[in-house]
């Protein structure tokens, strides 16, 4: 089975995998939010028209249908949508594969019941592998009749990682000469990509703005990836740098890392709650982009209402960080580097595993005890037997033996597909290695 065909036998998602009691389709914790103190007040728009606070429609809430699988809860898509409408929330990015190809369909529903020109739509030109010209019209095609639109407003090439993956699936293709055509046509109205790559692939888009006149850019950017990102990723204080010389508008993703920024380790949690008791932890992230005037949209995947109340608290009167608050948060992420985290967003990009493995949701197990401070790291450990029974305990129960760590045999297909670049297999190890000594009792 292949990535595409497995979020649509997985009932739109991770759940069928046992991943949803670890909840790692949403960006926050419910448990963190403070409730809606005041929702009234001015949207932050760095650009005019536009809702600085963006959707991202990749983690639309879920309910189990008559068939007992897991689908869009359309009904309460409606609702988010219209209550992100009121407040001035009106950029929303999808994609033909997010949710099985499943999140247009929904976005869509949700969004006509709307003037057209009271929502921007962000979709993306989604091929991958090996790629032609007639699929990525189909595709493109398809996108504008599931909408019922004339145009589309932000179109992406979807995740360039280097010149030669830009060259296979667009480049080459005769693609780009048709989509500057429909930019011309008005029904593109901007014409940009999504980047998860190295400087050099980066820099090598950036030589290509003078032929094609990129329209804005989507990058991963965040207090942590603004100087420690994650493998072959660039440094997003280079890619801010490059667009904003550029004068290149930046839609950001990942502003909370796959909500890890929203579930610090508690050590640093508790020094930021001591400067804003009344505030989200999550809450430091999305102003941290939202005070950089090149950002156009900053996206979150608001999965329930309490998401989007709490990041509208943050962007309606919006506070910008001063020089101080960025250089603690700063501070923060390298601190963050010392703790033995895996640095997995929730993508679901590395699944399905051959063998069975939850790759996310281990690692998100392993995360989580590792935030709380309920990792076990000695025998010397005040309550160390409690400890280690309790956190055995739990990962059997949130994650079946058979989909644990101890099955991956490294044949690195998931590799291949992480955006985040993870070395899953020695991670999968190296958690299979700490699990196996809190069993023996030799850590």
């Not at 209402?305 to 919006?318: A, G, K, V, Y």
Request: glycine share 8%.
């Amino acid at each position: 089975m292949d990535r595409r065909e497995f979020l649509k036998s997985a009932g739109l998602g991770a759940a069928a995998l046992g991943v949803a009691a670890c909840a790692p389709g949403a960006d926050q914790k419910v448990s963190d939010f403070q409730g809606n103190k005041d929702l009234n007040g001015q949207m932050l728009q760095n650009y005019p028209g536009i809702g600085t606070l963006g959707y991202g429609c990749m983690r639309w809430p879920m309910k189990k249908g008559e068939d007992g699988r897991n689908h869009i809860d359309q009904e309460e898509v409606n609702r988010l949508v219209d209550f992100a409408l009121e407040h001035g929330v009106n950029y929303f990015d999808t994609s033909p594969v997010y949710l099985g190809g499943d999140s247009e369909r929904a976005t869509a529903e949700a969004l006509n019941r709307h003037p057209r020109e009271s929502w921007l739509l962000a979709t993306k030109l989604s091929v991958f592998g090996n790629s032609t010209y007639e699929g990525c019209v189909q595709m493109y095609k398809r996108s504008l009749e599931i909408f019922k639109t004339e145009y589309i407003d932000y179109y992406l090439l979807h995740s360039v990682k280097d010149m030669d993956d830009f060259n296979n699936r667009f480049g080459n293709t005769g693609i780009l000469e048709f989509l500057l055509k429909e930019r011309e046509a008005g029904r593109i109205r901007h014409l940009g990509f999504s980047f998860h790559g190295h400087k050099d692939g980066f820099d090598g888009m950036m030589a290509l703005h003078e032929k094609y006149h990129w329209d804005f850019v989507q990058i991963q950017m965040n207090y942590v990836d603004w100087e420690h990102p994650n493998g072959r990723n660039t440094r997003a204080d280079y890619l801010y740098a490059e667009l904003d010389k550029r004068e290149i508008p930046i839609v950001i993703m990942e502003p909370l890392r796959g909500g890890a920024l929203a579930d610090i380790p508690a050590r640093l949690a508790d020094e930021l709650k001591s400067r804003e008791p009344q505030r989200s932890i999550a809450s430091w992230a999305f102003r941290y982009v939202g005070s950089f005037p090149r950002v156009m949209c900053a996206l979150s995947g608001m999965t329930y209402m309490e998401h989007l109340q709490d990041n509208l608290e943050n962007f309606l009167n919006f506070e910008p960080l001063d020089d101080e608050e960025k250089k603690l948060l700063l501070h923060v992420a390298t601190q963050m580097e010392d703790y033995p985290l895996v640095r997995c967003t929730a993508c679901q990009y590395c699944m399905p595993c051959p063998y069975g493995i939850n790759i996310p949701g281990i690692f998100k197990f392993y995360n989580d005890n590792v935030t709380a401070g309920t990792y076990v790291t000695s025998k010397e450990q005040e309550g160390y037997a409690r400890m280690r029974r309790k956190f055995l305990l739990a990962y059997n129960e949130a994650i079946p033996t058979v989909r644990q760590a101890d099955h991956c045999i490294s044949c690195r297909r998931c590799e291949k597909e992480c955006p985040q670049n993870i070395h899953i297999p020695d991670e999968l190890r190296r958690i299979d290695r700490y699990i196996e000594s809190l069993k023996q009792e030799t850590l």
